[in-house]
């Protein structure tokens, strides 16, 4: 099955800085890639996600990009504020019929530092 | 935040009982998921359904039964045979069993063995 890797399980960066997260998927038949952020006692919501035809999306101050060669896809957080602070998982999915739902990675706790 | 609700929030189980957690949605989604989260180890998924009346195994299935028979609702019965049951119990759901939309979670339940 799918094997989702995800780097640092720990990111701490100053107020106003940029944050990288990049995350590794093993099965190249995957072809959805979302990134969901869970706040301290919440649920996980969905932030942005990209499909395997794309190689960028971005949404103010997010951005994701894919590498499908290297079977590899981040997240950029830019200009970061304390509401921010959280953990963010990435995911991916292989679509069709027969899918076996979403595999994340182990998360990466984001702190924000005033 | 209606769309997908876990009942009950908290939960206490003696060793060698068998509990249910609820999952409902309202979103007329086909597929919904069962999913563990422990500190460090991101998502699990432990069981799957993309339609009615049929439902799959995910990594994590052993100590774990569910059954789908109403779209709405997928409980999760955690059984005595599951040895390390203490954790955060996540349900989602996605409109396309094709894994290829948003899943929405519910805000989970807390399973604590005492």
């Known amino acids: 099955g799918e094997n989702v890797e995800q780097h640092p399980s720990t990111l701490s960066v100053q107020e106003g800085d940029s944050a990288v997260i990049k995350c590794t998927y093993s099965d190249s038949a995957s072809n959805y890639f979302p990134w969901y952020k869970q706040e301290l006692g919440k649920r996980p919501q969905l932030i942005i996600d990209i499909r395997s035809n794309v190689g960028e999306k971005k949404d103010q101050r997010i951005a994701v990009t894919l590498n499908k060669t290297a079977k590899h896809f981040s997240l950029h957080i830019t200009e970061t504020q304390p509401e921010d602070s959280a953990v963010y998982f990435c995911a991916a999915s292989i679509g069709g019929g027969g899918a076996d739902g979403l595999t994340f990675g182990k998360g990466t706790h984001l702190i924000i530092q005033p | 935040d209606g769309g997908i609700t876990q009942s009950p929030k908290y939960l206490f189980r003696k060793e060698g009982q068998n509990v249910t957690l609820s999952c409902e949605q309202n979103?007329?989604?086909?597929?919904m998921y069962w999913y563990r989260q422990d500190p460090g180890q991101g998502l699990r998924l432990i069981y799957y359904?993309?339609?009615?009346?049929?439902?799959q195994k995910g990594d994590i299935a052993e100590g774990y039964s569910v059954s789908r028979e109403k779209k709405e609702s997928f409980p999760l019965t955690v059984t005595s045979a599951q040895k390390n049951p203490t954790a955060f119990y996540l349900c989602?759901?996605?409109?396309?069993?094709?894994?290829?939309?948003?899943?929405?979670f519910g805000q989970g339940t807390r399973l604590t063995v005492v």
């Open positions: 979103l007329n989604h086909d597929a």
């Open positions: 989602a759901s996605s409109i396309s069993p094709s894994g290829m939309g948003e899943a929405f």
């Open positions: 359904s993309q339609i009615v009346n049929d439902f």
